[in-house]
């Protein structure tokens, strides 16, 4: 066997260290723009509409239960979902306002 050819290249050793995390660099980069930034900024925006939920305001869960908001909370909304029917929900399972959805005929 020819061990020469295994034998590190003078010179190899000693590259740039900003070059060689260049690439890992960048890629976290992109990850935090198009990835993290808009996450956090809608969990931002979530948190703000839960703060905002008043009585009387039409809320969907996550489980896709509709409903009127008849009493808030520390942690729970009280939801009417139909008349003499009321459930206590989480307050981090509302999602959605139904204000901008047109009703249905």
Request: aromatic residues 8%; glycine residues 6%; proline residues 7%.
């Amino acid at each position: 066997m020819n061990y020469l050819l295994m034998a590190p290249q003078p010179g190899a050793e000693g590259g740039n260290p900003i070059t060689t995390f260049l690439p890992l660099i960048l890629i976290i980069v992109v990850f935090y723009f198009f990835m993290i930034r808009p996450q956090m900024k809608k969990q931002k925006e979530l948190r703000k509409f839960r703060e905002s939920l008043a009585k009387g305001d039409k809320v969907v869960t996550t489980g896709g239960i509709y409903g009127k908001i008849v009493e808030i909370k520390d942690n729970y909304i009280l939801l009417q979902v139909d008349d003499n029917v009321k459930i206590r929900v989480d307050k981090s399972a509302v999602v959605k306002d139904m204000a901008d959805v047109p009703p249905q005929k």
